[in-house]
């Protein structure tokens, strides 16, 4: 098995507080691209809301998620020692490989499998997660 990413929140809290603190970052992130796409001001005013900033906000929140890599087998076994998960799994079960990020504040697994694409697995994961598992409890619903 092998793992990708840095943060794994515990709780519920350390997810906020990733999230909050990543807005500042979005707002660059941004802004920053704009001035590479050449926007003048006015066409920045006009295109950059704030759910484009939301948005970079939710990338930058997804593609730090940790998320490990490993066998069908591993994961099976993985889930054996965590019998309390809900798991939400994207893809075939006959496939050989699984990628998962868990949630222990939601009690909640998200996976996905592939065949050879891990890059392409491990992206969709991470929104996956990140649409199933946090973008409701950090907007507080």
Known sequence: ????????????????ERYEALGSTAQVVVREVAK?????RETYRDRVTSDVI??????????SLAVTVG???????WRVD??????REIGSENVRQVAWHAAPFA???VAATF???REAAVGTLRRQA????????????
Request: charged residues 40%; glycine residues 6%.
């Open 1 to 16: 098995m092998e793992r990708e990413g840095q943060f794994a929140p515990e709780t519920l809290e350390a997810a906020r």
């Open 36 to 40: 590479a796409m050449e926007l003048d």
């Open 54 to 63: 939301e948005t970079a906000r939710e990338v930058l929140f997804a593609e």
């Open 71 to 77: 066998t069908r087998e591993e994961f099976d076994a």
């Open 82 to 87: 965590h019998p309390d998960y809900e798991v």
């Open 107 to 109: 009690e909640t697994v």
């Open 115 to 117: 065949q050879d694409e």
């Open 130 to 141: 990140f649409g199933d598992v946090y973008r409701d409890a950090l907007r507080g619903g």
